[in-house]
Nanobody, 120 residues
Framework: QVQLVESWGALVQPGGSLRLSCAAS????????MGWYRQAPGKECELVAA???????NYADSVKGRFTISRDNAKNTVYLQMNSLEPEDTAVYYC??????????????WGQGTQVTVSS
């Protein structure tokens, strides 16, 4: 019913920047909270940042001041601008959206995941 397609990740040097995007498509009536999660090798999946439909945001302490989440409701797209990247940011990044579909129910949908590697 709903597909989330993420942009490609990348290999980035420490201190570098990268912007991820995630576009939702399908039988969408409305999208509520959108967010980015990440999972590093050997670690649990963690919330990186989330944004409500009206633009309220929250961030993991480890990325505050470095990452910025934003969204374009007209395009059903969420972005994650990552600056001052550190090796500890290396992970597979997943986008997530709570979507009210045309059939009336609300579903949680995940992107396919994209690898971000921070290394010199």
């Amino acid at each position: 019913q709903v597909q989330l397609v993420e942009s490609w990740g990348a290999l980035v040097q420490p201190g570098g920047s990268l912007r991820l995007s995630c576009a939702a498509s399908g039988s969408i009536f409305s999208i509520y909270t959108m967010g980015w999660y990440r999972q590093a090798p050997g670690k649990e999946c963690e919330l990186v940042a989330a944004i409500t439909r009206d633009g309220s945001t929250n961030y993991a302490d480890s990325v505050k001041g470095r990452f910025t989440i934003s969204r374009d409701n007209a395009k059903n797209t969420v972005y994650l601008q990552m600056n001052s990247l550190e090796p500890e940011d290396t992970a597979v990044y997943y986008c997530h959206a709570n979507v009210r579909v045309l059939a009336g129910k609300t579903v949680g949908s995940w992107g396919q995941g994209t690898q971000v590697t921070v290394s010199s």
